[in-house]
């Protein structure tokens, strides 16, 4: 059942996720986009409800309380990761972690995003501005 | 190579597992993920459904056979991640980590992971991993990735993991064999976990930032399997745009749901009607087997119409509660509910509900029971409790007898008011549910609806075994739980409805010696006819005389302002346990016989004709409508009492559900008869 080798970080030594330009080009995926990656962030967060569709961007903070952020965190919805507005309204659709989830915009409006300038493009360079670089758990994924 | 490197520490508060020693496996994955599926395949159509002791968190069990025997399979419930913020991941963790019972204890796990979202299942898999039971992951819709263009590298998630990978194909019993071996390998050789010590820890904190799980599992993700090629979840991405659509989505999910209630009423009748004729078919033959005379009577009927006649009135319910449950269960899996519930959200939500109950609400108008089942699904425990709670107000199947007498002794020749007013008591029905549930949510079951949040998995086949096995299950579990239940109140009943017996009045004994005259006459139809009219007299006078008569005559200056006469009272009263027996009751009291009942122009003649002893009629223009408004709101349904204990674990619930719906159906007639009153 094992596939080929995947082209992607066989031997690889960063161990970040790679920042592929081929997936981020493709529409429909949200584009894998290195947070640390310079020029990527808009400098502002605002809340995903105001997102358009399509946007990819990265979660910078939750402000809910706590049993309804321990759900949003076990979908995938915590902060550093990626996402990308699927339909916009109430409820929304996001993509996130590889699946759709449905939001009720009454939660979106507490999630707060650092969209992506180029959404669906490779990160060019800019200003160094991150959500991940204020969260501590970040840094244990640098490379050791 | 390593993504991440999180330290193990290995401990070993397990004893190692021996060969041989494997009795239970718990089976664990994502919602979605083609747990079920696996279930099935692993261990037939034989699976045991129970709730984890002192919960209702629904636990199923099944068999799987290994080399050296029978090995017990629990299906733990579905989930996202292990860290206690629901009932069910509670359940989950306490299961994995042999916090329950030692007969609950699994000697090791299967990891279910969907090959199509892998990066979303490694999350629950970077939290179940370091708990150290050994662990087979077995690879489901590894198919369906190939076909989107997913290349999958098995080995290097096998080290990645720590343990064996077994892809499967369940729907086609692909793989199962070699998760077996699987299994039987880690047993011989326990496989160690290559994360534990960090995320193990971030795990036992709620409140600790879930990023560097996240980070393992994208990492992991997509170093072992490829990026999904274009086609990967684009007709998905199509049919959603449609059916999460405002508008157009609601629209479809009201044609959805109309087509199942037609297929409900529709297939379901002719079970039904099937069951009862068995039942009537085998009441009667006990009948004639049984010997006559003195205790022999009592005993027949006590078979035949306690008896037989309590669990063919249970059983007539299955044939609805199966259908609903295969429907839903198709539409289920194939990914459509959770658009239903995501539709549905935002017009729910104005009366304090998710969008999840609104599918129970609505299979509540079909029946009740498997309505309040099907609650499950409605994550919240005070949502959910609001739901059950509010559900059997919908006007189910066996309030249209009911419904159909009174609109008939109202309207009979006016189509477009008897029309209207049926359609008046549905929309009571669901608009006292509504209002209800508001209540509820801003008094006892104070607070917020949780907000929507809700996977939207990708659109597949539905499994047919899954839904043939689920709805065996919903069968069983009624007939076990609510049917003793039942059974018991309907002997009691019946005996209440029997005793003490009294002797025939006079009038019918004289019918009789005249019958026999006139048969002497040569006129056997009228003697008939006189027999028939003898033996109406004898059941109206045995019923007011018996202990459920008695009840009614005591408690009708209770009903008196509802505008009720003693024999209605005595209807309500014998039709506590099931509403739609108001009829046969009332057939009985007026002296139509049990059996005119069904023929509507007798039955209405005979009751229009009914007078008070005052002379005036009994069912009067007010009389109706407050008898109408009081079946439409009260709970007349006791399968739907031991159902709702059974899924909110205790008898309180449902005695305040009993309560409220008793003392809304009686203030909502009294104020419909006394205003009536007035105006006619």
């Known amino acids: ?144 | 190579m390593t993504t991440l490197s999180l330290p193990v520490a290995p401990s070993s508060r397990r004893p190692r597992l021996q060969p041989g020693g494997l009795q239970r496996v718990a089976l664990v994955g994502n919602p979605n993920a083609g747990k079920t599926t696996l279930f099935n395949a692993l261990t037939g159509l034989r699976a045991k459904t129970s709730n984890f002791p002192g919960t209702t968190v629904e636990k199923r069990q099944g068999q799987l056979t290994l080399s050296h025997g029978p090995v017990s399979v629990i299906d733990l419930p579905g989930l996202y991640s292990l860290d206690a913020a629901t009932q069910e991941e509670q359940v989950a963790r306490d299961a994995l980590l042999g916090r329950l019972s030692d007969e609950q204890t699994p000697d090791a796990a299967i990891l279910v992971l969907d090959a199509t979202n892998l990066d979303r299942n490694l999350f629950l898999a970077s939290q179940v991993l370091p708990l150290e039971v050994p662990t087979v992951v077995a690879l489901t819709m590894v198919d369906a990735a190939q076909r989107g263009g997913i290349t999958l590298d098995l080995p290097k998630l096998s080290t990645e993991l720590g343990c064996p990978v077994v892809p499967v194909n369940a729907p086609k019993n692909e793989g199962v064999e070699a998760l077996r071996s699987a299994l039987e390998g880690i047993v011989a050789a326990p496989a160690t976990p290559k994360i534990t010590n960090e995320l193990a820890e971030c795990g036992t904190c709620s409140g600790c930032p879930f990023s560097a799980r996240y980070d393992w599992a994208e990492s992991v993700g997509s170093g072992c399997a490829s990026q999904p090629g274009e086609s990967m979840g684009r007709t998905t991405e199509r049919l959603d745009r449609v059916l999460t659509h405002k508008r157009v989505g609601v629209l479809l999910f009201a044609l959805v749901m109309l087509v199942v209630f037609w297929m409900i009423f529709s297939i379901a009748q002719h079970p039904m009607g099937w069951i009862e004729t068995l039942f009537g078919t085998v009441g009667g033959a006990v009948a004639s087997v049984m010997p006559a005379g003195g205790v022999w009577d009592d005993a027949t009927s006590l078979l035949v119409d306690g008896v037989i006649g309590g669990v063919g009135g249970m059983l007539v319910f299955l044939p609805q509660i199966a259908i609903l449950f295969f429907f839903i269960a198709l539409l289920e899996d194939s990914g459509y509910l959770a658009r239903a519930a995501f539709v549905m959200d935002r017009l729910m939500h104005r009366v304090g509900l998710p969008g999840k109950s609104f599918v129970p609400l609505l299979s509540a108008h079909a029946c009740a029971l498997p309505a309040i089942m099907s609650t499950r699904v409605i994550e919240n425990k005070r949502d959910r409790l609001v739901t059950i709670l509010v559900a059997p107000l919908m006007t189910c199947s066996a309030r249209v007898p009911v419904y159909a007498l009174i609109v008939a002794l109202l309207f009979a020749d006016r189509p477009w008011l008897a029309s209207l007013t049926f359609a008046g008591a549905y929309a009571l029905g669901v608009v006292a549910a509504l209002v209800m549930a508001v209540l509820f949510k801003r008094t006892i079951l104070r607070g917020d609806t949780d907000p929507t949040v809700i996977e939207l998995p990708n659109y597949r086949w539905p499994s047919l075994r899954n839904a043939l096995s689920l709805t065996l299950d919903r069968c069983w579990i009624f007939i076990k739980k609510a049917g003793t239940i039942i059974l018991v109140i309907s002997v009691v009943l019946w005996a209440m409805a029997t005793y003490p017996k009294t002797d025939a009045p006079a009038e019918a004994v004289a019918l009789e010696t005249q019958a026999a005259q006139v048969e002497a006459e040569g006129n056997p139809a009228a003697a008939e006819a006189m027999r028939a009219e003898a033996e109406h007299l004898t059941n109206q006078n045995a019923l007011d005389h018996s202990i459920a008569g008695r009840i009614g005559n005591f408690i009708e200056p209770v009903f008196a302002p509802l505008g009720f006469d003693e024999r209605i009272s005595i209807g309500v009263f014998t039709s506590f346990a099931a509403r739609e027996v108001i009829v046969s009751t009332l057939a009985v009291l007026y002296g139509v016989g049990e059996d005119a009942a069904e023929d509507d122009a007798t039955m209405r003649e005979t009751l229009l004709a009914a007078k008070r002893d005052d002379g005036t009629p009994v069912f009067t223009l007010a009389t109706c409508l407050s008898l109408l408004v009081f079946y439409v709101l009260a709970m007349q349904c006791l399968p739907t009492q031991a159902v709702t204990k059974r899924e909110t674990g205790s008898w309180g619930w449902a005695g305040f559900q009993l309560a409220y719906m008793t003392v809304l159906a009686y203030s909502a007639a009294l104020v419909t008869y006394q205003v009536a009153s007035l105006w006619a």
Do not use: W, Y
């Not at chain 1, 920042?19 to 400098?43: E, K, M, N, Q």
């Not at chain 1, 399509?54 to 402000?63: F, G, L, P, S, T």
């Not at chain 1, 969209?115 to 200003?127: K, V």
């Open chain 1, 1 to 144: 059942m094992a596939g080929p080798e995947t082209p992607t970080d066989s031997g690889d030594p960063t161990p970040t996720p790679p920042a592929d330009p081929d997936r981020a080009s493709r529409p429909g995926t949200p584009a894998v986009l290195d947070p640390h990656a310079p020029g990527c962030l808009d400098l502002e967060a605002k809340p995903l409800s105001t997102l358009p569709p399509m946007k990819v961007a990265v979660i910078e903070r939750v402000d809910e309380e706590h049993d309804h952020a321990d759900r949003l965190k076990a979908l995938g919805l915590c902060v550093g990761r990626k996402l990308q507005v699927v339909k916009t309204g109430d409820p929304l659709i996001v993509r996130v972690l590889g699946s759709r989830l449905g939001l009720s915009a009454r939660l979106a409006e507490r999630v707060f995003v650092a969209p992506c300038m180029n959404s669906g493009q490779p990160p060019e360079a800019g200003p160094a501005l991150t959500a991940a670089q204020t969260d501590e758990s970040k840094t244990e994924i640098n490379p050791a």
